[in-house]
């Protein structure tokens, strides 16, 4: 029998508690060169976080969301760059650890956090002119968590995405029985193509990148050896993405799209 919405949300925050524990026992201020490297976004075509960052502040918000905000690294990130930003997220014990985070940060007074479930109907409607989706949605039911996101926005502004995706079968299966650590919660999925679709159809895209091709297979090495390969392979997927018919077997997807007027 397939868990409801409580008990998933349930399981999430066991799973989130450990995670803001590690969090927070590792907590530091962010370093001026990580703020400097995302101000900058040079690399945002190999690396997709600097694409997100790229992609939402392309037309500079004045009011930014982090929906799913986890330990607030984004949004303490986005305010270092001056942007004013408010955070969601389901768990307590993370919103403490972000929190915490834009206080070392020194940015307390233009980022704030708040506890909600982005599937209720609990947040706020038209408050943002731009909202960061970074690797939530396929957390969510998709179309409670797309209908709360088209809600928080102000007809016109902007959504930046950023999920897992297989759109590919054998990859799907692969990944389900590579013997690596995922560090996943326990409910996540990674999203198909006719969820992306759906995405399309709710709101208006316009601009979409994908990423990751052999860089999952670097996660078979051990970690200590990231700084040397990380940088190579993410080179090397965002030139083999190019190549036609190669986006079917990518890992994930960014994508900037318009709240429909
Ligand atoms: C993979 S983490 C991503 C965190 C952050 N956006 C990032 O990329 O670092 C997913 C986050 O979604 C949050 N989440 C899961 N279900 C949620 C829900 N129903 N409402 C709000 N947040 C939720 C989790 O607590 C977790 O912090």
Not at 29 to 35: E, G
Not at 105 to 112: P, W
Not at 115 to 140: I, N, Q, R, T, W
Not at 217 to 245: E, N, Q, V, Y
Request: hydrophobic share 40%; with cysteine; proline share 5%.
């Amino acid at each position: 029998m397939s868990k409801t919405h409580e008990q998933r949300i349930q399981d999430e925050l066991v799973f989130q508690a450990q995670e803001a524990a590690k969090d927070m026992a590792a907590l530091r201020r962010t370093p001026d060169v990580l703020v400097k490297q995302y101000r900058e976004a040079k690399n945002w075509r190999s690396n997709r976080v600097e694409c997100l960052i790229r992609f939402l502040t392309l037309n500079k918000p004045t009011f930014i969301c982090d929906f799913g905000c986890g330990s607030g690294e984004m949004a303490t990130r986005l305010g270092r760059m001056g942007y004013k930003v408010e955070g969601y997220d389901v768990s307590p014990d993370v919103i403490k650890v972000a929190r915490k985070r834009a206080e070392l940060d020194g940015v307390s007074d233009k980022v704030s956090f708040v506890v909600a479930d982005g599937a209720s109907d609990s947040l706020p409607k038209g408050k943002f002119d731009a909202v960061l989706a970074m690797s939530v949605l396929h957390h969510l039911p998709l179309e409670e968590g797309l209908r709360t996101l088209n809600d928080l926005l102000v007809p016109g502004g902007r959504i930046a995405f950023q999920e897992p995706v297989a759109y590919s079968r054998l990859l799907q299966w692969l990944r389900d029985r590579t013997p690596v650590d995922k560090e996943v919660s326990p409910d996540e999925r990674q999203l198909a193509w006719h969820e992306i679709v759906r995405i399309g159809e709710v709101f208006e895209i316009e601009q979409i990148r994908h990423y990751i091709l052999f860089h999952r297979f670097w996660r078979l090495l051990p970690r200590s050896m990231d700084k040397i390969f990380d940088p190579w392979a993410t080179k090397l997927d965002s030139l083999l993405l190019m190549i036609p018919g190669m986006k079917q077997f990518a890992g994930a997807v960014v994508i900037l799209a318009r709240k429909r007027e």
